[in-house]
């Protein structure tokens, strides 16, 4: 049984082998839901907007799931010298890919570096935020709707949010990536089973002409090198969010062996056109 339905920002699909499995798909799609109100940057009633907008100016209280992937940002920018930082909104607002909820010519922003706990449901930040978490939640919202499954007795099955996918049970499932140089095109690299993958690439942004939605955090410019607009970079792990935002610092490394892939006991893959 698969279903899809438009979320995120791209459209998501959840497969169960089990016919009659209707309501843990809907209770899945449901959680996935959650989770774009919470974490959405175009939102601004979201918990997201609500930090961006006050944490520089006094303590704001969070939810589980917020203070949850505030904290895996946190631990990932750790170990990877600062490469993931999600505190780029404002740089993506002047690129024009996103939309301009704050004022930001006012500000000096800081970044996810800036950001502190003061209790586990209380944050608080040194300096003006413009948080996008565009490159962790989806693969955090994969992981939710997974769990979601396997609550409701789900013990294989697929979640696939644009490419951002995690697999469980013991069956072994086809995974395809998308040929850099003609994008329409998939290949076939294996299979996966109990594990997760995500892919990041500038492929569509060299064919559409958009600006790089791949920011780098020590950098005043984006991606523009047109070597790597033909490349992708993909992450298997154990978990989707950890997958989804590994995918950056492959892609700003440009290092298949850096030191946190290790660490999150992750695997990258290059593809080059």
Known sequence: M?????????????????????????CAFSEIEKVQNLMSFHDPHSMLSKINRRAHLGPVKVDAWTAQILTIAQDIHAHSGGLFNCGVGHRLIASGLLPNTLNFHQHDFGGIEDLYFIDQETVRSLRPLCLDLGGIAKGFAVDV???????????SGIVNAGGDLRVIGDLPQTIYLRNPQAPSQLFEIGT??????????????????HSSHIIHPF???????EELCLESYSILANECVYADALTKVLALSQNQHHPCFAHYSAQAIRISA
């Open 2 to 26: 698969k279903r899809c339905r438009p979320l995120l920002g791209t459209f998501v699909e959840v497969t169960v082998p089990e016919e009659n499995s209707e309501a843990a798909i809907n």
């Open 219 to 225: 950098k005043k410019t984006a991606f523009d090198n």
């Open 145 to 155: 709707a997974i769990n979601v499954l396997i609550k409701e007795g789900i013990d």
């Open 192 to 209: 996966l089973s109990n594990g997760a993958i995500a892919t990041s690439g500038l492929y569509f942004s060299a064919r559409d002409k």
